[in-house]
């Protein structure tokens, strides 16, 4: 069985080069490489993004809040091909 939110993650991580999205035990794991925030990102993400200053950005996604951000910065990053 697929963790929460994958079905709504896995389809916009296939769209960015570099993306990996992993089934753990309970939750998704995303991880991503972003040199900079894309524009147009809300705070929060900003935020996200910004504390990971080596490029790769992780998210643990085991609630809505993380799936939002994470489909946020995957919608965002697919755009600016």
Sequence with gaps: MAP???DELAGPAGRVPGARL???EGYARLTLPVQEAPEGLSERTR???EAFPDGMVVIDVRNRQWAAMAREL???LAGSD
Excluded: K, N, T
């Design 47 to 49: 935020r996200l993004v």
């Design 22 to 24: 992993e089934a753990l």
């Design 4 to 6: 929460p939110f994958w």
């Design 74 to 76: 995957l919608e965002a």
